[in-house]
């Protein structure tokens, strides 16, 4: 009896797996009409297939904020940017006065606490960015940041002001060492 069974399982198998085979032979480029892209992969059938994301699907303000990523991570950086490297020790000077410079200049959109809650971010499109949740990325090394704190974000179509005529690229190292440090309570001035 149990030969029977498992030949029965073993001959509707075998129908499946050809049906599935007859099914891509029969209508070949199914999937690709279907989502408008190739597959590469004729054994899974079109219904299974779908775009998971891309620039037709992606909301604005989704593509303004991964622009400067892809830019960063395809394209790289400018020239000026690419060697950069602190000039700042990560000390609790340079880091508290990284502390009054983000709140004179960042924290009025990105929160003061880098969640970019402060009320002038919430009429913003795209959103500014979540810098505390950022600075944790493998994407935030220290060329990226200055490249973006100097640069701001008018090649992206975003509101963030470029900083390099307003402040020292020193200026600037201090901000990402504030930054780095987890946004300290800082002191006012």
Same mark, same amino acid.
């Given at each position: 009896?149990?030969?029977g ?9 075998? &129908?499946? $797996? #050809?049906? &599935? ?11 690709? @009409? ?8 004729m ?5 299974l297939?779908?775009? %998971?994301?891309?620039?037709? *699907?992606?909301?604005?303000? %989704? #593509?303004? @904020?991964? /622009? ?6 395809? $394209?790289? #950086?400018?020239? +000026? ?7 700042? +020790?990560? /000390? *609790?000077? /340079? ?35 979540? &810098?505390?949740?950022m600075? +944790? ?6 060329q990226?940041?200055?490249?973006? !704190? ?9 509101? %963030? ?5 307003? &402040?020292?690229?020193?200026? =600037?190292?201090? =901000? !990402?060492?504030? %930054? @780095?440090?987890?946004?300290? +309570? @800082?002191?006012?001035?």
């Amino acid at each position: 009896m149990r030969d029977g069974v498992r030949t029965t399982f073993s001959v509707i198998g075998t &129908l499946v $797996v #050809l049906a &599935l085979i007859v099914t891509a032979a029969c209508e070949p480029g199914a999937a690709s @009409r279907k989502t408008g892209q190739p597959t590469g992969d004729m054994w899974q059938p079109h219904w299974l297939q779908r775009h %998971m994301w891309g620039v037709p *699907d992606a909301d604005p303000e %989704m #593509l303004a @904020r991964m /622009n400067r990523h892809y830019t960063f991570m395809h $394209v790289g #950086l400018p020239k +000026e940017y690419i060697h950069a490297e602190s000039t700042i +020790e990560p /000390n *609790d000077a /340079n880091v508290a006065a990284g502390g009054v410079l983000y709140g004179n200049h960042c924290a009025r959109c990105h929160g003061t606490d880098g969640l970019g809650d402060d009320v002038a971010a919430q009429s913003l499109s795209p959103s500014p960015a979540l &810098l505390q949740h950022m600075i +944790e990325h493998p994407v935030a090394v220290d060329q990226y940041l200055l490249w973006t !704190i100097s640069e701001g974000g008018k090649d992206f179509e975003t509101d %963030m002001p470029a900083f390099k005529e307003t &402040l020292t690229r020193e200026q =600037i190292w201090k =901000i !990402i060492a504030y %930054m @780095r440090a987890g946004f300290p +309570e @800082r002191v006012k001035d």
